[in-house]
């Protein structure tokens, strides 16, 4: 079991800039392979980011591609969801996942390959 706890979020003028941070505690290390989701009102919650174990592979939806990275510090048992140029399409509650993997170099896009999730951070881009 891993439990993860997001922080960072809040409210930011339209082409600002936030971190998200998620926190894992539990039986962590290295060995779970870790994803950010969104969900605005009224629609399904989506894929934003995910990242590998090791951190060498990322992939991005293509609304983010360009302004959002996601990166790790193992060391801290932490993932990073570094945000720029942020629009008012971004508001959202921000969801971190976590899903063992024993390979250093998967990840996982879709809501169902992951079993962990944390309660969710609050972003709100004004315009």
């Known amino acids: 079991q891993v439990q993860l706890v997001e922080s960072g979020g809040g409210l930011v003028q339209a082409g600002g800039s936030l971190r998200l941070s998620c926190a894992a505690s539990g039986r962590t290390g290295n060995s779970y392979a870790m994803g950010w989701f969104r969900q605005a009102p009224g629609k399904e919650r989506e894929f934003v980011a995910a990242i590998s174990r090791s951190g060498d592979n990322a992939d991005y939806a293509d609304s983010v591609n360009g302004r959002f990275t996601v990166s790790r510090d193992n060391a801290k048992n932490t993932v990073y969801l570094q945000m720029s140029s942020l629009k008012p399409e971004d508001t959202a509650v921000y969801y971190c996942?976590?899903?063992?993997?024993?390979?250093?170099?998967?990840?996982?896009?879709?809501?169902?390959?992951?079993?962990?999730w944390g309660q969710g951070t609050q972003v709100t881009v004004s315009s």
């Open positions: 996942a976590a899903q063992y993997t024993i390979s250093n170099t998967r990840y996982f896009v879709q809501l169902y390959q992951y079993d962990f």
